[in-house]
């Protein structure tokens, strides 16, 4: 009996801990481009010099509670910031295991789409993710690797 129970229990338990970590992972990156936002209408509609060092942002001061980096996305509420300039950013958080989630936010319609050669080239704020087995592999700049972004309904699902 305790065997039948234990495999049922089992699968469920690991499905929903994956669910949890992507949640997770979506959750801090929506909250870190609220951050990016903030900043970009605080400094006159730019995001240049969000970033103070590789591992400081000017972002935290807008109280988001994540860490930033220009490195890899390396544990939970810690946010790659790879690509900014004046007018676009990507954002990258990787979930633990087997995804990194991406937020790109083009506010010029050719300012992302030279890197991010899937990225749509409207203006707009697109959501999307790639494969990345390890936390090293997880960067804003990585996600040049997403085929699927979309700009409704949040992240895709497959």
């Known amino acids: 009996i305790l065997g039948i129970l234990l495999a049922i229990a089992i ?3 690991l499905t929903v801990t994956k669910s949890a970590t992507n949640t997770a992972a979506s959750s801090n990156l929506q909250t870190a481009l609220t951050g990016a936002e903030t900043y970009y209408t605080t400094n006159d509609g730019s995001y240049a010099s969000i970033l103070n060092s590789t591992s ?3 972002i935290k001061q807008e109280g988001t509670g994540l860490s930033y980096t220009t490195n890899a996305s390396t544990a939970a509420g810690v946010i790659s910031v790879d690509y900014v300039d004046a007018n676009d950013i990507v954002l990258a958080a990787w979930n633990g295991s087997s995804r990194c989630y991406a937020i790109a936010a083009q506010k010029t319609s050719s300012g992302l789409t030279g890197t991010f050669t899937h990225l749509p080239t409207a203006v707009g704020t697109y959501y999307g993710w790639y494969a990345a087995t390890t936390n090293s592999t997880c960067t804003a700049s990585g996600a040049s ?5 979309q700009d409704t309904g949040g992240f895709p699902t497959q």
């Open 56 to 58: 400081i942002s000017n």
């Open 11 to 13: 699968p469920t338990f």
């Open 145 to 149: 690797a997403v085929t699927n972004w």
